[in-house]
């Protein structure tokens, strides 16, 4: 790891408050990028590029996303980098309807369950429309009137 300074007149930070806070303090032990500190911390990678060392961080950033119903929303933290089918799995446990059952709409189209949500642009706080499959209502609504037994409009009440 190489640690190289910096004027502070090329790299400036958003936060003025920030920069002068940490820099009054005086305590240079390698801080990272983001504190302000004066330093950037550099690393060399296999191809031999020198490139700004990154936060270490591994976790992935988190969305809230607005899946609506016909008559209710739901809002559902799911992983940026997630897919539609990652995203029907979550809903399944919210709604009740299983992946397959359900169809995802984003912007008007609807959404493969291998699209990645970053890919196709959802961000945080937007909406989704969540339909159930037509196909699989209605097989579902003829599989309930075949269980149940068809009553006829009379009684006989005459047995010969």
């Keep these: 790891m190489i640690k190289l300074r910096y004027s502070k007149r090329l790299f400036r930070r958003s936060s003025s408050k920030s920069s002068t806070a940490s820099s009054s303090s005086g305590s240079s032990d390698g801080g990272d990028a983001g504190s302000g500190r ?41 992983g940026a980098t ?40 959802v961000r945080d706080k937007d909406k989704v429309l969540l339909l159930e499959d037509p196909a699989l209502k209605d097989m579902k609504l003829r599989a309930a009137l075949t269980a149940q037994p068809v009553q006829r409009p009379y009684q006989p009440f005459i047995r010969v």
């Design 38 to 78: 004066g330093e950037i911390e550099w690393e060399v990678r296999p191809g031999g590029m020198l490139v700004q060392k990154r936060d270490g961080r591994g976790d992935v950033e988190v969305i809230t996303v607005r899946v609506a119903t016909g008559f209710s929303w739901h809002d559902v933290s799911i």
């Design 82 to 121: 997630c897919t539609f089918g990652e995203l029907k799995v979550v809903l399944s446990m919210v709604t009740g309807l299983e992946p397959r059952e359900q169809r995802l709409l984003f912007r008007g189209k609807e959404r493969e369950d291998s699209d990645h949500l970053h890919m196709v642009g």
